[in-house]
C-alpha cells in the first residue's frame, strides 16, 4: 500500500486530500505545520508527497527545494497543490524540483490519476516530468 504524505495547513483540505487517497487504496499521513514537514518525510519515507504552496511558516515551494536537495529524500516524488493556477508558481514549482503540479479546487477521479501515473513512473524509474 502507497504512502501518500500530506502538508498543507487546511484541515479540511487535509481531510478531503486523506479521503480521495484513502478510497483508492492509498495509505495516507498528514502534516499541518510546514515546519515539520521534513522531519515526517524523513520518519514516514513516503512514496509521494502532497505540498501545498501557500503555508504560514515556510512555503511549498521552500520545502519541495529542502526534499529535492537531500540526497535521501531527493528520489520521492513531489506533487504541489495550490490554489494558485499562474505560470510563475507552476514555473517556480518546477524549479524547485516538483514533479507534478495539480490545481484545487481536486476533482478526484483526475487527481488519483494523476497521482498513480506518478507513482507508476516513480516505481518503474521514470524520470520524465509532464508539464500540466
Given amino acids: 500500500m502507497p504512502k501518500i504524505l500530506i502538508v498543507d495547513d487546511d484541515f479540511e483540505t487535509i481531510k478531503l486530500l486523506e479521503g480521495i487517497v484513502r478510497t483508492d487504496g492509498h495509505e495516507p499521513f498528514s502534516v499541518s505545520e510546514s515546519r515539520n514537514a521534513i522531519s515526517a518525510v524523513e520518519t514516514v519515507m513516503p512514496d509521494i508527497v502532497l505540498l501545498d504552496i501557500m503555508m504560514a511558516e515556510i512555503n511549498g515551494i521552500a520545502i ?29 514549482s518546477f524549479h524547485a524540483g516538483a514533479d507534478e503540479f495539480i490545481t484545487k479546487p481536486i ?3 483526475e487527481f488519483m490519476h494523476r497521482i498513480n501515473s506518478l507513482l507508476s513512473e516513480s516505481q518503474t524509474g521514470g524520470t520524465e516530468k509532464a508539464l500540466r
Wanted: glycine letters at 4%; charged letters at 25%; hydrophobic letters at 35%.
Fill in 64 to 92: 519541495c527545494k529542502l526534499i529535492k536537495s537531500a540526497p535521501e529524500l531527493s528520489h520521492i516524488p513531489v506533487v504541489m497543490v495550490s490554489a494558485l493556477s499562474d505560470e510563475g508558481t507552476k514555473k517556480d
Fill in 107 to 109: 476533482h478526484p477521479t
